[in-house]
């Protein structure tokens, strides 16, 4: 399988999170210690200074983040 560059992988997120905003519902898929998970919840801020993604009860860092959509709006 082809595999697609970090690069390419960073600038989609970029585009995706700038659409995102407080208590829209997303689905996150993301790398932890286990391996990769899913996670829904409501998003509660996205802090590209520190590049963390926060959902209520999580903090996913970018560089973990594999991909991310949106389910629902606020």
Known sequence: FPTRRSSDLALELSKKLEGLKRGDLVRVTYYDMYGYRSRTGILDEVLPA???LKLRDIAINFDDIQ??????RA
Do not use: P, V
């Open 50 to 52: 520190f590049k963390l």
């Open 67 to 72: 991909g991310i959509e949106l389910r629902g």
